[in-house]
């Protein structure tokens, strides 16, 4: 098997494993490494990973918890959006994406709505996967430093209401952990 051939079945995995895809968002990712891609590879091979890969994740899913650490997640984000924070899953692949997508729904909600952000991206998405916590990044509108650590403390609380055990020091230049995550996102129906 090819370089290219191993880097696309992990890359299937890691997207059908993280929960926010379908299984024709990961088709579609199939054409565009396909079409970046020089080496030649087994399409098929690929095409039929994908469904392996759901029909394993399924089976699995149905030994979680009822409530996993993504639940809970998402209910902390959810209550942070209501209270004026922009809380965003899997923003973009890298900080400044998610700081894009920031800027995106900060202006599709208004500012007069909203006291700062939170986020994490696909980065931080394939590292919780492997079992190393989840990284969010956070901040204020103003780039003030005292309303940013303001943010982070409301951030927290928020997470930790929501049963997740949250690590940060304190610094508005360092991003909230949550070390002990277990990455459990159920597949997209």
């Known amino acids: 098997m090819n370089e290219s051939t191993k880097y696309m079945l992990d890359e299937i ?6 929960g926010f895809d379908s299984v024709d968002d990961v088709n579609e990712l199939i054409e565009d490494m396909l079409s970046d891609d020089s080496e030649v590879v087994d399409e098929a091979l690929l095409r039929a990973a994908v469904a392996t890969e759901f029909k394993q994740k399924l089976a ?4 979680w918890p009822t409530v996993t650490d993504c639940d809970r997640l998402d209910a902390a984000f959810e209550a942070l959006n209501k209270n004026g924070v922009i809380a965003l899953h899997n923003a ?15 202006r ?27 990284w969010l990044a956070f901040g204020d509108l103003d780039d003030d430093k005292s309303k940013k650590i303001n943010i982070g403390k409301v951030i927290k609380k928020t997470l930790e209401t929501n049963a997740l055990i949250v690590e940060w020091n304190g610094a508005p230049d360092i991003r909230l952990h949550i070390p002990e995550l277990v990455w459990r996102r159920r597949s997209l129906r």
Do not use: I, P
């Open 92 to 106: 973009g692949v890298t900080q400044s994406d998610g700081l894009s997508d920031v800027g995106e729904a900060l």
């Open 108 to 134: 599709e909600r208004g500012k007069n709505s909203v006291t700062g952000y939170c986020f994490y991206h696909w980065q931080d998405v394939e590292r919780a996967t492997k079992g190393l916590g989840l």
């Open 13 to 18: 995995k890691m997207h059908v494993w993280s």
């Open 60 to 63: 699995t899913e149905t030994t």
